[in-house]
């Protein structure tokens, strides 16, 4: 499972480098499918938060077309985003609060328990008043789809 913690956050314009999440690391075997997300999370705790979503056929592919959207909802051109990427599966983000939980699973369905499960058991920060987590966001690479 993923989480925003172990993300790394990435200066587009600066053009740093990102990380993998996803067990299945970079290998490039024929038929295996890469996805890879930009979110763009606004500053404050209730602010909007984006997600550019790509695949490829690399890890490489998926994460430069996603990186290279930062920015475009929010019309930021200087925005900042952390890239999530992974390989032949789904992936489903939770958010509670302010909080934003990432999971993986073998379908969309499975992603998404996994991210509210996770979401309702970190909790939302600061709140003195339980919140139901809700999906924000799924996707999954084409052959799970």
Known sequence: MMSLARKLTIALLAGAASLTFVGGGTAHAEGNEFGAIAVEKSPGPFGATYFYGSHGPTAEVARQAAASRCGEESGNAEAVCDLITWTNACVAAATRGADLQWAEGPNRDIAIQNALGLSNAVGATGSA?????????????????
């Open 129 to 145: 008043i339980p919140l139901p987590a809700a999906i924000s966001y799924v996707a999954c690479t084409p052959s799970v789809e």
